[in-house]
């Protein structure tokens, strides 16, 4: 904001990479790919499977990264376990709310959910057009609900995001923009 | 950032608007004049066609078929004549 370097405004605080450029671009071109794909349904059939084919590449490239990528873009750094998350959860429901420099528990968790519903819509997508599938009612129901269930998710994640930013004091909108988040200080002076 | 996300949107609905390709009109009869679904799917094996499945799209019969070379057909019949109003090769 301030590039004038006005002596009255606080030093900008200080952030820390966190979400690395190849995950950023993927998590942006997903949610694109994801929109065209849910306008383009029953409309246009090629933009529909174009968009398609680009959501399921960049789910194979999102779980291949969950595994050879940097710290915060691992699985072992953020899948938690059952326990972990439904404290997580009722601490939430509280309004109350542990910082994390990666994913929350809650955040992590929809990750794993929508990438899993991304891989089933998307091959169940990818059977359709193919002879072994094509035509099968079960495929066609599988790819429908799965495909519902993303755009639900979806939008419960961008809810999930803003009540983050709200309740946390920090947008985190730029840090998936930047990669860059509020240094773990910063974090604990705000508490 | 906010400028690419509107440019986004506006391509999706462009393509939704302008690309439509959904066949969907093949009589103005009404449905009491239908033949059954099975008159479609027979239609469609008699024309060579391994029958998939078939459902009601719009006023028309829409037949999945493959050929005999294994390619995949969407066949659209006028559901009172049995006329194949549209072949669209998926």
Known sequence: ?191 | MRAAICIGVTMVFMSAGALADGFKNCTKEPKASWQPATAAEAAATAAGYEVRKSKVEGSCYEVYGVNKQGKLFELFYNPVDLKLMHTKAK
């Open chain 1, 1 to 191: 904001m301030s590039t004038s370097g006005d002596a009255r405004l606080p030093a900008p605080p200080a952030t820390v990479a966190v979400w690395d450029l190849p995950l950023r671009l993927c998590h942006w071109a997903l949610a694109a790919s994801v929109l065209v794909a849910w306008f383009s349904a029953n409309v246009d059939d090629a933009v529909h499977e174009i968009s398609g084919y680009v959501a399921l590449s960049l789910v194979a490239f999102r779980i291949l990264w969950g595994f050879v990528g940097p710290r915060y873009a691992r699985f072992r750094d953020f899948v938690p376990t059952p326990r972990v998350l439904l404290r997580y959860l009722s601490d939430l429901a509280q309004g109350r709310t542990t910082l994390y420099l990666g994913h929350n528990p809650a955040g992590a968790a929809m990750t794993v959910l929508l990438l899993v519903l991304l891989a089933i819509a998307t091959i169940t997508g990818w059977m359709q057009l193919t002879r072994r599938f094509f035509g099968v009612t079960w495929v066609e129901m599988v790819h429908t609900y799965s495909s519902n269930l993303v755009l639900v998710l979806a939008i419960v994640h961008v809810l999930g995001v803003l009540l983050m930013c709200w309740l946390q004091k920090e947008n985190l909108v730029p840090a998936m923009i930047t990669g860059r988040k509020r240094a773990a200080s910063e974090h604990k002076e705000d508490g």
